[in-house]
């Protein structure tokens, strides 16, 4: 194999990698991740992305907020499931090239 057909065939190796781990991180960013709120109250859901896609309540338990700590609540747990939605896929991310041997 001459130099040129090395380069090449080493070329399609790092192609196929990053596409490996293009591939694994977007369907890490799909799955979605359900962040439980405490106590009753509810949940939110974000996508693997760490979009905001749902917020569930439970009307029986809002009574025991009120309207500023219901928001610093809600807030709250919107930005822990986008914390775990992230570190979440950086971690499968990581375990794939490191399954793989890519590191």
Do not use: C, K
């Not at 979605?32 to 974000?46: A, D, K």
């Amino acid at each position: 194999m001459n130099y040129q057909d090395e380069l090449y065939s080493l070329a399609r190796e790092i192609d196929a990698a990053v596409a490996a781990v293009a591939q694994t991180a977007h369907g890490a960013e799909q799955a979605p991740l359900q962040w439980r709120l405490p106590g009753e109250l509810g949940s939110v859901t974000v996508s693997g992305a760490g979009d905001l896609t749902a917020v569930t309540l439970d009307v029986a338990e809002l009574h025991q907020y009120s309207a500023d700590a219901l928001a610093r609540t809600l807030l709250q747990g919107i930005r822990d499931a986008e914390n775990r939605a992230d570190r979440q896929r950086g971690d499968t991310v990581a375990a794939f090239v490191t399954e793989t041997g890519l590191a």
